[in-house]
């Protein structure tokens, strides 16, 4: 790396360790750590959902899968992220201000019984440690990649920087941190197709390759019999199922926005955050697709980013992009590790310690942090034996947000939906997932849509046969658009 480059990324790094131990001094309690205090305004939210959505799938596999089968891949970004964000803006964040929750568990406690509160967050917080652990690693071979350094070293760097400002700052110290990095990832994204049309002849020349040399590129659908990503596979299971699930009911997308500073903050951050989306290709797919255009020879499709920034950027902007995807990846981690350990707190030790003292939360929240950040950095080197990280998170994902969806869904519009239906749904939901996954072999995206659709069957099935929430109870945790309710706050 030039040391024009090197120098571009410790000053990153010292900025965004020092912005994060400021916020540090405000927070007083655990409100402000894990909810910034209620605080947040709608662009700051907005712009830290973008950081913490985009992870190393994002930038180093989306631009390598748009090497490999073009501008479909921005379907995962449109198709897998928009229609979502719009529900959750106009449904669930309100539903979940009316519930005055810290958490999506929390709601679940609520709308069914604290078993699935329990088991809901217990499931979620295994995964983000796993996946936590793969973001660790894949900064870890990103630092390997540029500066030469082993994946322990880049671990305990990477660690060290982001433990800096999540652990004593909280959400805030996140959300705030999280708002520059996504300014630097845009920035950077702009300039790489800026220069890429230009160093590719300029934009006729560009759309020309594509269409006389690469027609299939820029087909906005992949063929149904397509092995990884056929279209209706595409639709169903990550348009029915794991987009909304992950809009609507992921923790650490979902946390800012209920530290905002109103519910209508709350919700103009998600339809912020949508808007930004239309723009995120550029950030992801388009590097893959210039490298195509511009004939790039690559052993490995993933490597599309890579070669873009070694000869497309000049010096010292090739060192801000190699920030922009540090930023990536440091924004999915920190969101992730403070989110996990507030399900921790409050919805596992909150239920299962019947006597647990709240002014300790704090503290608890704190050190559950630092414990999951090292559980990160254990877990972060052993990823690599793996394989494929996209397909490995995706099926993990896939086990899960079917039953859960289905019981945000008919837990949140309907009255009928009982707390024990809720608790047998889950339960055999995943099991049913497993089974598909592990013992069938089948596509993870047909899984995510077939426990879905079971979840609802058996959600309707138990229901029948259960006893339903009092009426009093209802009011609060279900969406009823015909009736009129005043705003209360969380």
């Known amino acids: 790396m030039h040391p024009l480059d090197l120098a571009v990324v410790v000053v990153y790094l010292g900025i965004i360790a020092t912005i994060g131990l400021r916020q540090a001094r405000r927070v007083k309690d655990a409100r402000d750590y894990f909810l910034a205090g209620r605080s947040l305004t709608w662009w700051v939210i907005g712009l830290s959902i973008i950081g913490t959505n985009i992870d190393t799938n994002s930038y180093m596999g989306a631009a390598g899968n748009a090497y490999d089968v073009g501008i479909a891949q921005a379907n995962f970004e449109w198709i897998g992220a928009i229609p979502a964000m719009i529900l959750a803006s106009l449904v669930f964040i309100p539903l979940y201000w009316r519930a005055g929750v810290y958490s999506i568990p929390e709601y679940l406690g609520l709308r069914y019984r604290q078993e699935v509160r329990v088991i809901a967050a217990l499931i979620a917080s295994l995964f983000a440690v796993f996946a936590l652990g793969v973001a660790m690693w894949a900064l870890a071979l990103t630092l390997e990649t540029y500066l030469g350094w082993p994946i322990w070293l880049g671990v305990l760097v990477s660690g060290s920087v982001v433990g800096l400002y999540s652990v004593t700052g909280g959400l805030a110290a996140v959300a705030m941190t999280d708002a520059i990095q996504v300014s630097i990832m845009f920035a950077c994204g702009l300039i790489i197709v800026f220069l890429g049309i230009s160093q590719a002849g300029g934009l006729a020349t560009f ?34 199922v794991l987009s909304p699930a992950y809009w609507v009911g992921g923790q650490a997308i979902l946390q800012r926005t209920l530290g905002a500073r109103s519910q209508w903050d709350a919700s103009a951050s998600m339809m912020f955050a949508a808007l930004a989306k239309l723009f995120i290709p550029l950030l992801i ?55 996990t350990a507030l399900m921790i707190t409050r919805d596992i030790r909150h239920v299962l310690i019947k006597h647990h003292d709240p002014d300790a939360d704090l503290q608890v929240g704190r050190a559950l942090t630092l414990i999951i950040l090292l559980g990160a950095m254990v877990v972060a080197p052993f990823v690599g034996q793996l394989g494929s990280i996209y397909t490995v998170v995706q099926q993990g994902l896939s086990l899960f947000q079917g039953p859960m969806l289905a019981l945000l869904l008919l837990g949140a519009l309907t009255r009928w939906a ?38 609802l069957a058996a959600l309707l099935a138990f229901s029948q046969i259960t006893t339903p929430l009092p009426p009093e109870q209802l009011d609060q945790v279900t969406y009823l658009p015909l009736r009129t309710r005043g705003e209360v706050s969380p």
């Open 285 to 339: 797919v388009f590097p893959g697709m210039l490298a195509l255009a511009m004939q790039a020879d690559l052993a490995y499709p993933d490597m599309a980013l890579p070669w873009v920034i070694k000869n497309v950027l000049p010096v010292g902007v090739s060192g801000l992009m190699f920030v922009a995807i540090i930023a990536a990846l440091q924004s999915s981690i920190d969101s992730g590790i403070n989110a």
């Open 418 to 455: 009982t707390p024990k239906a809720g608790l047998w749904t889950l339960v055999t939901g995943v099991f049913v997932a497993a089974t598909l996954l592990l013992g069938a072999d089948v596509s993870m995206l047909y899984v995510a849509f077939l426990s879905f659709c079971y979840s």
């Open 207 to 240: 759309a020309d390759t594509f269409t006389s040399q690469h027609p299939q590129h820029i087909q906005a659908y992949l063929p149904g019999d397509h092995e990884s990503f056929p279209w209706h596979g595409v639709i169903l299971g990550l348009g029915f």
